[in-house]
């Protein structure tokens, strides 16, 4: 027999034995990305995350994201780093990463939910799976009943300038939250200053590379806490807001412009059954592992 018969023969014989003896293929690599107020590596947040679940997937990588060159940075950046300016260093840090080569999940915790759709429709390079959104302000929000540290004078201050103007060029560049502030009784202030959500929200025009990107994931997962304090309102974790012209009456995302014009191209994802709305009893990012493990973790296996 010729040595290149039997250098097929095996290869094949080894195919044969890895497939029988369950050889698995390498866990997906997970992203996370952390909310207002917190740090990626904080053991009670985002480090116990990482932990449950490289517990529950042997061999997964696990980045949690961090803004800034150590942890008093990577707060702060959460209330005053322009949300562009992070969308991009986020970015730079997936491309250059050789564990993401391959595509990755991602699991975004409040405003992270928002900002790694952004990185989802902006950069497809390394390319996102699964997005994870845990209350995630995917419209926006009209109100800030607290905010980590209820006695924080961080939390007092961004109420003054949301107060103050939260569509002048000054709090839009330099205060996160304003960016993605969605006043319904001045929506075309909203369409016209917002520099981050309106302009990943399409309010402006339909840039079709958004649109494409997006609709590359498999999954878009959203998941709402029904008890919510913190997000007003709390639809908008699953892409629903207030009616416009007035701050009572909510719609769902089926009765928006975004879905029926199909500016993001999520009615098309909602029919090719993409879009997963999941609830969750609790406050804000308040649940159970137990919770996590059912509902969660089968999005990242």
Avoid at 46 to 63: A, D, F, H, N, T
């Amino acid at each position: 027999m010729c040595s290149a018969t039997m250098a097929a023969l095996r290869a094949a014989v080894l195919a044969v034995l890895g497939l029988r003896l369950g050889c698995a293929a390498a866990a997906v690599p997970l992203v996370i990305w952390h909310g207002m107020g917190d740090t990626c590596c904080n053991p009670v947040s985002m480090g116990y995350i990482k932990k449950i679940v490289e517990s529950r997937i042997p061999g997964i990588y696990v980045l949690s994201l961090k803004i800034g060159n150590n942890l008093i940075q990577d707060m702060e950046n959460s209330f005053f780093m322009n949300a562009n300016d992070q969308v991009r260093e986020v970015c730079s840090q997936l491309a250059k990463d050789p564990h993401l080569k391959g595509g990755y999940n991602s699991m975004g915790f409040s405003q992270g939910g928002q900002f790694l759709r952004a990185v989802a429709q902006r950069c497809p390079s390394p390319p996102m799976l699964n997005l994870i959104s845990i209350g995630g302000q995917h419209q926006g929000v009209y109100g800030f009943p607290r905010c980590p540290g209820e006695s924080s004078h961080i939390c007092d201050w961004i109420r003054k300038m949301l107060d103050l103007g939260a569509y002048t060029q000054a709090v839009q560049e330099h205060l996160v939250q304003a960016e993605y502030w969605h006043d319904p009784l001045k929506e075309d202030d909203y369409r016209k200053n917002s520099i981050f959500l309106a302009d990943i929200n399409q309010e402006r025009g339909i840039n079709e590379t958004y649109k494409k990107n997006l609709m590359a994931l498999k999954k878009f997962v959203m998941v709402k806490f029904l008890n919510d304090t913190m997000v007003d309102p709390p639809i908008s974790e699953w892409f629903g807001f207030y009616k416009s012209g007035q701050a009572k009456e909510t719609i769902p995302l089926k009765e928006t412009s975004l879905y029926t014009e199909d500016r993001l191209g999520l009615q098309e994802m909602d029919k090719a059954g993409k879009l997963v709305f999941l609830g969750v009893n609790g406050d804000h990012l308040h649940f159970s592992e137990e919770w996590f493990y059912t509902s969660i973790l089968p999005f990242l296996q």
